[in-house]
């Protein structure tokens, strides 16, 4: 195989170069090809999104990036391609709640460190281009590579056959493959920052404002490489870089020998682009950035594994510590939590476990029968006094998991009860219960003609009423439909109680079912108008559910909840300071295309007409809204 590629390497340069002037390919021996590539499709996780990839010893290959085993994939799909901040937002862990780690994505390193460890196959030449690689991104950067004793997650430099790499940290061992050709100090940073998080340049959301992508000249296999990331994937860490040492060059899986990629300004030289020799100062400063802290040193850090941790009343949460420190500390550490709530959760019920490397469990148990809210503080402490905190908020649900379907949210079907209203955003596992138009439906999934609970499918892939067993969604192996369980009552008139389920920990966009205009106030301040607008997203409202079950909603920007006046029909929903008035209470009742938001007030429901500015009011027969979780930051440069 290596044999193999080299030879590619050198006809691939011969075709490539004739009549063009290009980037020498030899600087970017990654983006090798075979001679016939084995190609395969499959869906992005939690999108329609469809990449065809190429097939590499069963690995499944984008370009040089690894997206996974190829036989895995074709189970279930490519996993996300964006890579996350270790430390999650929130981490539910109550049973009323589908699981949250519906589809395992890549992370960065958490406290700047990547543990690894070096293959004993590995020549010299190799051993010293992986070492200049790490340079380049030390020397510039708060980022570590630190030996692997036993650290539960590392990467393994290998040489495999080429030169590729996860994105992200994957968990557990993971291979930086620096094969025969790539022994390069650029290659290994390239390969390096795939693993620290980094997508490659040209994918950016943004890129057509500087390249031009010409399809007609790319390789039919290779169409995926030149795949353009959602604006929702990604978080942009500073502007376009041509000289980015992530970039593509402009021959790169070319089918004719003319370019696949050039400047749109035509002044700019495409030599620039692809190049490898080191990190250019946009890749220096968006990897500060993304990792931030002082050039060349080692401090006293920790980390939780989230920042908003819920379960249930009488059961124990779970959180992972990373620590990060010289080794003289980690051997004399001194660990101790303090909660603010001592009715909820006593200090002893904090429990920091043995190390795992530089990882320790983290238990916290509440007070037999109490729920609440506490604020947990965590210390980790040296010998010479030095003491770092993180800090977690904890919230304990009060009689979570009586007579609940596992992860569904609702009562079991028949019983008179909603299930968790339906949502696009949210994915979903077999034995789940939702409402949606006034029906309840619970969810069945098979893999290979098994009934399975641990495959989750994005709800916009299957939904309710229209993915049946004679219409099915299917995946690879997998088979998914919803099945019609009960009559949920239906109305606008969310009664004494309302018994719709929502998860309070995220945020949430608020749009009309029709055309996905985003309800919107006129201004960031008390009296203003509720609107309907095209905002793209921008404007974030959060869930507080109070002791009925109803729902205040609060813009995040301004810690001020809709309020409907006094419940009049025809009355213009205002933002107002938040309070306990049932002006400012609504439930979320499925309907067929989303959900009708029922004031408690005036038992009327929100309306608007679906033009841009018009003002939500209420009305006996509301709009349909569509309730989307807003998506996590997803950084990537």
Not at 77 to 90: A, C
Not at 201 to 206: A, G, I, K, L, S
Not at 422 to 444: A, H, I
Not at 478 to 499: F, I, L
């Amino acid at each position: 195989m290596k044999f193999e590629l080299k030879l590619m390497a050198g006809a691939v340069a011969a075709a490539l170069l004739a009549g063009q002037a290009f980037a020498d390919p030899v600087d970017n021996p990654e983006l090798t090809q075979a001679r016939r590539p084995v190609t395969a499709s499959a869906m992005v996780q939690g999108t329609d999104q469809v990449l065809t990839y190429e097939v590499v010893d069963d690995r499944a290959m984008l370009g040089d990036i690894v997206l996974g085993k190829h036989k895995d994939i074709q189970a279930r799909g490519i996993p996300p391609l964006f890579v996350e901040n270790w430390t999650r937002k929130s981490a539910n862990q109550s049973a009323l709640v589908a699981m949250d780690n519906v589809y395992k994505t890549a992370t960065r390193w958490p406290n700047n460190t990547l543990y690894y460890t070096l293959d004993p196959l590995l020549t010299q030449k190799k051993l010293d281009a992986i070492a200049a690689g790490m340079k380049l991104i030390t020397d510039s950067t708060a980022i570590r590579f630190v030996k692997r004793t036993n650290e539960p997650n590392y990467v393994k430099y290998t040489s495999s056959g080429g030169c590729w790499s996860y994105a992200g940290m994957v968990g557990g061992e993971q291979t930086i493959s620096i094969g025969d050709g790539c022994e390069k100090s650029g290659v290994a940073a390239h390969e390096s920052m795939h693993a620290l998080g980094w997508m490659h340049e040209h994918m950016r959301p943004d890129r057509d404002t500087y390249v031009k992508v010409n399809t007609d000249n790319i390789s039919s296999s290779m169409q995926s490489q030149f795949t353009k990331m959602r604006q929702d994937q990604v978080v942009l860490n500073g502007p376009y870089d041509l000289d980015s040492v992530m970039h593509y060059p402009s021959w790169a899986f070319s089918a004719n020998g003319k370019p696949t990629i050039e400047p749109v300004d035509p002044a700019v030289d495409p030599k620039r682009m692809g190049q490898r020799t080191q990190l250019s100062p946009l890749d220096i400063a968006a990897l500060r950035a993304t990792y931030p802290g002082e050039v060349g040193t080692v401090e006293l850090k920790i980390a939780l594994s989230a920042k908003e941790l819920t379960f249930d009343q009488d059961k124990s949460g779970k959180l992972t510590m990373d620590v990060s420190a010289p080794a003289g500390d980690l051997a004399s550490l001194k660990f101790s939590a303090q909660s603010d709530n001592t009715a909820l959760i006593a200090n002893s019920g904090l429990v920091v476990g043995a190390a795992v490397g530089n990882q320790r469990p983290v238990t916290v148990t509440p007070v037999a029968g109490a729920s609440g809210v506490a604020n947990i503080v965590l210390h980790a402490t040296n010998s010479a006094g030095k003491d770092v905190t993180a800090a977690v908020k904890v919230t304990v649900l009060k009689g979570a998991g009586g007579g609940t379907t596992p992860g569904g949210g609702g009562t079991t079907p028949g019983g008179g009860t909603s299930g968790k209203p339906f949502e696009l955003t949210v994915k979903y596992r077999g034995g789940d219960v939702v409402s949606l138009g006034g029906k309840n439906y619970t969810f069945k999934v098979f893999f290979n003609g098994v009934a399975v609970t641990n495959y989750f499918i994005n709800g916009k892939s299957c939904v309710p009423g229209t993915c049946t067993e004679q219409k099915p969604f299917i995946w690879g192996g997998v088979k998914s439909y919803w099945v019609e369980s009960g009559n949920t009552g239906g109305g606008t008139t969310p009664g004494a109680k309302c018994d719709v389920v929502l998860d309070t920990t995220r945020d949430y966009l608020i749009a009309t079912a029709g055309q996905q205009k985003s309800l919107v106030p006129a201004a960031d301040m008390a009296g203003a108008p509720g609107l309907v607008w095209p905002d793209g997203g921008a404007q974030v409202w959060n869930l507080q559910r109070n002791a009925d079950g109803f729902y205040a909603i609060v813009s995040k920007a301004s810690r001020l909840a809709l309020d409907t006046q006094g419940g009049n029909a025809g009355a213009q929903v205002v933002l107002a300071a938040a309070t306990a008035a049932q002006s400012q209470q609504f439930c979320a009742k499925a309907s067929a295309t989303g959900y009708q938001l029922a004031t408690r007030a005036g038992s009327l429901a929100l309306n608007a007409a679906d033009a841009d500015g018009a003002a939500v009011s209420q009305a006996a027969s509301g709009s349909n809204w569509m309730l989307s979780a807003k998506p996590g930051i997803k950084p990537v440069k």
